[in-house]
């Protein structure tokens, strides 16, 4: 149990270096981004938004208290980083594979926190029916 604690942190550390590391470059580096999502056909203002909603996301799965809503966080970062990376592909505009790296790392995280989660009995039940109890 304290490994995959150990390794559920260190990897989330990794993926919120990786994210924030994104966000701040989107900050200082403001014309070289727009460039790049005006090359990938993107709106411009859409990195102001992928910032915040980028933020959020971290900041629930650090808190991590609703279940449910942390589910659909680790779908937004997955779409996120998948739409990313195919974009980069498809205008050939380098391999996309630091998307590449927070998607294996997104998996390990989420991977290891539904593991941690199952082991403290918190989604046991998860799921389940009410009267599942009773057969």
């Not at 910032?51 to 996120?80: D, P, R």
Request: hydrophobic share 50%.
């Amino acid at each position: 149990m304290n490994s995959q604690k150990s390794i559920y942190y260190i990897v989330l550390a990794l993926f919120a270096t990786a994210v924030i590391g994104s966000i701040i470059n989107s900050i200082v580096n403001f014309d070289v981004v727009s460039t790049t999502f005006t090359k990938l056909g993107y709106p411009v203002y859409l990195i102001h938004i992928l910032g915040v909603c980028q933020s959020i996301g971290l900041l629930m799965i650090f808190t991590n208290k609703s279940h449910w809503s942390l589910e659909w966080v680790y779908a937004g970062f997955f779409m996120n980083y998948t739409l990313g990376a195919i974009a980069h592909l498809a205008i050939k505009d380098g391999n996309g594979a630091s998307a590449v790296v927070c998607i294996v790392l997104l998996f390990v995280t989420y991977i290891q926190s539904r593991k941690i989660r199952n082991t403290n009995n918190d989604l046991a039940e998860f799921g389940k029916p009410k009267y599942a109890k009773y057969i």
